[in-house]
């Protein structure tokens, strides 16, 4: 296909005008085939990337383009393998996941129900931080990122997931309104009002049908490079130019027939997306005489088919966007973006950007070099110990050895100049350079990866002070630094995409488990209302502490030493066994406070309790109903006792804990929620946080006189001292 042809399918000008399937059909697959040609160099990169992350190093690639198995040599040769590139994907894929990023939700407006949208937007996105088990999507985008330059998050709409209800089955009927008589109303014409209402259907025997359906569900993938194509021109997929996406990927007829409701013929020689890969495996298996070439079938797959996806960008043409899916020369689906948020479903992790190029370089593309000099070294050295553990013989004439000489351990070689036994022969020790240049390879793939000795939990040689190796491992960290802030952008673009999808779909509520407060799994309800004051979602910037556990624990003791009320509380004066234990997160020192959690969520509860009227002192409530009681059958009790409390229901337990139960309460009348309560409600606070401050001031008060006490005491007994003296 010429190359201008190319060009115009590539901006799809064509597609603009077609009309019927046939032609839409025949324009995507012409744009995926010009498209996946101009891709066809970065994937044999790709290949090669991830053949030498998986050990397969002993790797060419030929003028044709297709990865090569070194030439056969003789058995005794050694190609000896030093991955050097797989523990540093995998070091670096560690620092990116071991924090992952933490997202905030900003609110429409300052507004308090925007303000409460933003704190559940957070929350849901937690929720799908466990729900989609991101701790592996990341690992695999950033995988891919690294092998191939980019690795994508798609995140859609599955109506076939999600929870699975069971009702009756309704539908809208022509209802008479009745009057207050109960009698149909009758309008001018002598008709009956009617209004449309959600009526059940009966079956045959009278009684409503029962249907069942699932009320869909968001759905995150990871794509790789693969299977994207970027149309138009763009080195990023929000760059104006890339005016949309192509995804690529074989689906089973089957599934297609589920989602689609269509009945597709199967592409020959194509196979379903878990054979794909299983041939990419294969193509880099072939190599090392893997199990599963390119073109080996198995006899258990499914028939398949290539499913295109074209993603379009909203335009002046198509003012929200285009979905276009085809598959088996079948148009799928021809619709407006089905999505409010009217954005491409794609976030894209890449390693390394290029300018003016879609598709970046990756480090490991930049460390073949190096790695294959190492194997070379590596298998030289390996040839070198065998021949010495295992000789050369030097025998007489007529031994008939009649191989030529090799580099072969323990052969045999014949020398017709000498007449006497056989003796060993050992190669001259190899040259210190050798070593030098195989410890200044290595030394320039940690340069690249940043993967020094602090990063390797070496400390280097006189280094001893402890913000030195903190510097250093801040140093290795910062050239990462484009990688990480890339998925981090990523990671937002998803946030923003799963809080659409809820405001679009979420239209029933929803059971979904968040982490609460105090590390507990705690059961909410959600629906797309909770989260209209939601405006965007942004990545939390990350804290200065240091992400290893034993880097956070030693700064945390740190600040508890240069600072040390930042873990006292505030109100007894003593150290804050929860805050501490919180930020050291060591089980042990969390166990401390397990009993203090319990007051914690008990003071909670006595919150709720009185926000809603419900008093907790039941004891102290009912006494004072008896003193009521006795006063109105004897008035002259009235003049005598003193008249009972009318909020003895919000008095404190004698079992609380009363530095705990006052935090608690004089914390909560500090907040938004608490200023918009009515004024009784707020006097109910009042009355029990000031309950709680006067036993806490009476069993203070004896600590207090204690201490004049002491000091005296101390003070008469240094001069009894002086005057023994």
């Known amino acids: 296909m010429a190359d201008t042809r190319a060009t115009a399918l590539t901006d799809l000008e064509s597609l603009r005008d077609a009309t019927g399937d046939e032609e839409i059909v025949n324009f995507i697959v012409d744009v995926y085939t010009a498209e996946k040609n101009r891709k066809r160099p970065y994937s044999i990169q790709w290949y090669y990337n991830l053949a030498f992350i998986l050990g397969h190093q002993w790797t060419n690639i030929s003028p044709l383009g297709e990865l090569i198995k070194v030439e056969d040599a003789p058995e005794h040769r050694v190609y000896r393998v030093e991955n050097e590139i797989l523990p540093r994907v995998k070091r670096i894929t560690s620092k990116a996941t071991l924090d992952p990023p933490l997202m905030d939700c900003v609110p429409m407006t300052s507004d308090e129900a925007d ?84 009526v059940p ?82 193509k880099i298996g072939t190599i090392i005489g893997g199990e599963l070439s390119s073109t080996e079938q198995r006899e258990d797959q499914e028939p398949s088919v290539l499913v295109y996806e074209y993603w379009e960008k909203p335009s002046e043409d198509h003012p929200r966007g285009r979905l276009i899916v085809v598959a088996g020369k079948k148009v799928l689906k021809n619709t407006e973006l089905p999505y409010d948020h009217l954005q491409l479903p794609f976030a894209e992790i890449e390693d390394f950007p290029v300018p003016g190029r879609f598709w970046p370089t990756t480090m490991v593309e930049q460390s073949i070099p190096i790695q294959k000099e190492i194997n070379i070294l590596a298998s030289k050295i390996e040839e070198h110990t065998r021949m010495m553990a295992f000789p050369k013989l030097m025998t007489f004439q007529g031994n008939n050895a009649e191989e030529p000489w090799t580099n072969e351990a323990g052969q045999e070689y014949e020398n017709a100049s000498r007449q006497t036994m ?153 150290l804050d066994h929860g805050r501490l234990s919180e930020d050291l997160q060591m089980p042990s020192v969390r166990g401390m406070h397990e009993r203090q959690l319990l007051d914690v969520e008990q003071a909670k509860r006595e919150n709720e309790m009185m926000m809603n009227g419900d008093p907790f002192n039941e004891m102290a409530m009912l006494q004072a109903q008896q003193m009521q009681m006795q006063i109105q059958q004897n008035p002259q009790m009235a003049q005598q006792a003193q008249p009972p409390d009318p909020n003895a229901g919000y008095q404190p337990n004698f079992f609380d804990n009363h530095p705990v139960h006052f935090r608690e309460v004089t914390a909560f009348m500090k907040t938004a929620e608490y200023e918009a309560l009515e004024l009784e409600v707020k006097q109910r606070f009042v009355y029990h946080a000031q309950s709680h401050g006067q036993v806490l001031a009476k069993q203070q008060a004896p600590q207090e006189q204690q201490r004049p006490a002491q000091g005296r005491q101390t003070h008469q007994q240094s001069n009894q001292e002086a005057q023994a003296q």
């Open 201 to 282: 259907v009966l079956d045959e025997a009278g009684l409503p049908e029962i249907v069942s359906f699932h009320l869909g569900e968001i759905s995150v993938e990871v794509c790789s490079g693969f299977e994207i194509i970027p149309v138009g021109k763009g080195d990023q997929l929000r760059s104006k130019g890339i005016t949309g996406v192509m995804h690529v990927v074989p689906r089973s007829v089957r599934h297609v027939q589920d989602v689609y409701g269509e009945t597709v013929e199967p592409d020959q020689d194509v196979r379903d997306t878990d054979d794909v890969y299983r041939d990419m495996a294969g």
């Open 422 to 574: 056989p003796e060993a022969w050992h190669p001259p020790q190899l040259s210190q350079d050798v070593y030098t240049r195989l410890a200044q390879l290595r030394e320039r793939l940690d340069d690249m990866y940043s993967t020094h000795e602090a990063s390797r939990g070496t400390v280097p040689t006189g280094v001893k002070s402890g913000v030195a190796i903190a510097f250093l491992l801040e140093q290795d960290d910062t050239q990462h630094g484009p990688l990480f802030r890339s998925y981090h952008r990523a990671r937002e673009t998803v946030g923003r995409h799963i809080i659409g999808l809820a405001k679009q779909f979420y239209d029933e509520d929803r059971q979904v488990s968040i982490l609460g407060e105090n590390k507990k799994w705690v059961m909410k309800d959600f629906n797309a209302a909770k989260l209209e004051g939601v405006a965007d979602v942004r990545v939390r910037q990350q804290s200065s502490v240091p992400v290893s556990h034993a880097g956070a624990m030693q700064k945390v003791f740190d600040i508890a030493q240069m600072f040390p009320q930042f873990y006292v509380d505030e109100t007894t004066g003593q």
């Open 115 to 198: 303000l409460n949208a933003a704190q559940a937007g957070v929350e849901f996105l937690e929720y799908h931080q466990y729900e989609q088990d991101f701790a592996s999507l990341d690992v695999r985008a950033l995988i891919w990122a690294q092998a191939t330059g980019k690795g994508f998050y798609k995140t859609t709409w599955n109506p076939k997931a999600g929870p699975l209800v069971v009702r009756e089955k309704t539908e809208l009927q022509d209802v008479p309104v009745p009057d207050e008589m109960g009698l149909p109303q009758i309008d001018p014409n002598g008709l009956e009002i009617t209004e449309k209402q959600e």
